[in-house]
């Protein structure tokens, strides 16, 4: 596939870095020549300079030949532009990111089929539903869904005073009965682990569970997990990511104080909103904090724009008695070392922003990807092709990668958690776990036969 990806920040590195490893031929446009040379060393990419939004420059670069385009500069009109322009020749798929609400916001006049654009995204608005979903999954510390939202996989930190440390999956199984959950990895010391029979839960293993959405109380209470609403919220940062997640968390009777330094912002919060307790001051002060009540704080919430703000907010917060932190990170480099100083979940814009982009972009039988955070895996949900190689036998009798899962099986509107005696068929969705070096053979698995 050949990929043109207009915007050389944070979200356009990110994906280039990704395409680049699956071996996709990628073309990265920009106006800042020094950027560009940096990121042709590190990576296998084509760089052009110059603007997205110039013909000239797109024409150069080889639209006429690009399967799929993305425009993620730090313009909304660059990225707009560069779309419209792209229409005028055999792209695939088109994908523009803004941040204007204008583009956002359901029935308005510039929407994705007005602007002939296929998926509009906001990191904003990316950021503050990846926010909320972990807000219902509270004791999650990551969250993808699956066909339709009605497969989750959850990441979970097991604690030292966990009960199952010192199981196998085999006790597990024998315990637990019935299969309700499928364990697709262990992540220790930063390696990913594709877990069998004999491999034992340790403290302070991040494992990944696939769970169907209705059965994740049930799922949660055979682990020793216990996600509930909070109810008391602070939000530091009442910028766009704030104010969006607040009015979302407003619906849910949630008692909300949000902490903004800049006053005439926080005039625009109190009309805007309306039950949360908008303060006028400095997310760092200590004093101020407390006198409002972090110390009783279900939940932090630090989205300010900058990263020391939100790393020493939230661990201000959590030493007073706040229970649990979401903390905004740009530095995506950052982030494994947070959880070591106390941050239960680090966020990046960059990640969440292309994971969305990601599983949007269809490839071939596969319909959606995600990455998952702080490890060299992916998971994807893929059609099973019309070949003999899937002609009705239990998962047990094929030989799947090593280095793979299958944690679910998506059969018209009915998904089921997989067995060894399940049987799959042309057609049907699997939501599969995978390492990056099984990622080829996986592609190989799933081919349609010649």
Not at 118 to 134: C, F, Q, R, T, V
Not at 243 to 252: G, N, S, T
Not at 253 to 265: A, H, L, S, T
Not at 328 to 355: C, E, N
Request: net charge negative; hydrophobic share 40%.
């Amino acid at each position: 596939m050949r990929i043109m990806i207009v915007g050389a920040g944070l979200v356009g590195q990110y994906l280039c870095s990704k395409f680049s490893s699956e071996g996709q031929e990628v073309i990265l446009i920009d106006r800042n020549k020094e950027k560009l040379d940096r990121i042709e060393k590190d990576l296998n990419i084509l760089t052009v300079h110059g603007s997205g939004a110039s013909a000239r420059i797109l024409a150069e670069a080889g639209i006429a030949k690009t399967d799929l385009f993305i425009a993620v500069t730090d313009s909304d009109e660059v990225n707009l532009v560069a779309c419209i322009m792209s229409k005028r020749y055999d792209v695939q798929t088109r994908i523009a990111r803004v941040r204007s609400e204008d583009f956002l916001t359901p029935g308005m006049s510039l929407n994705e089929e007005a602007l002939g654009v296929d998926l509009l995204i906001s990191p904003d608005w990316a950021m503050a539903d990846e926010i909320l979903k972990l807000i219902h999954v509270s004791e999650a510390f990551d969250t993808v869904e699956f066909a339709k939202g009605k497969v989750m996989l959850l990441g979970y930190v097991v604690s030292e005073n966990n009960p199952h440390v010192g199981k196998s999956l085999f006790d597990l199984g024998r315990q637990h009965g019935t299969h309700q959950y499928v364990m697709t990895a262990i992540i220790r010391d930063g390696e990913t682990i594709i877990p069998r029979g004999n491999d034992i839960i340790k403290d302070g293993d991040k494992i990944y569970l696939m769970v169907l959405k209705h059965e994740i109380a049930k799922v949660e209470q055979l682990f020793n997990f216990a996600s509930r609403l909070p109810s008391k919220v602070f939000i530091i940062g009442g910028g766009d990511i704030g104010y969006l997640v607040a009015r979302q968390l407003e619906e849910l009777n949630i008692e909300i104080k949000i902490v903004e330094e800049n006053e005439e912002r926080c005039k625009f919060l109190s009309e805007n909103l309306a039950h949360s307790l908008v303060l006028n001051f400095d997310g760092l002060e200590a004093h101020d904090l407390l006198e409002e009540g972090i110390d009783f704080a279900d939940l932090i919430i630090a989205v300010t724009g900058s990263d020391t703000t939100n790393i020493l907010s939230s661990l201000l917060a959590k030493h007073h008695g706040t229970k649990r932190c979401i903390t905004k990170i740009t530095r995506h480099d950052f982030i494994p070392m947070l959880g070591k100083l106390g941050i239960d979940v680090a966020l990046s814009p960059r990640r969440v922003a292309a994971d969305m982009i990601l599983r949007y972009v269809r490839r071939g039988s596969i319909i959606s990807v995600a990455t998952i955070l702080d490890s060299d895996a992916e998971v994807m949900e893929v059609t099973v092709p019309d070949s003999k190689t899937f002609s009705n036998h239990p998962l047990k009798d094929y030989k799947c990668p090593r280095g793979s899962v299958v944690g679910a099986i998506v059969r018209g509107d009915e998904v089921f958690i997989p067995s060894g005696e399940s049987v799959i068929a042309p057609g049907d969705n699997l939501v599969i776990f995978f390492t990056k070096d099984a990622a080829k053979e996986i592609d190989d698995f799933f081919s349609p036969d010649e």
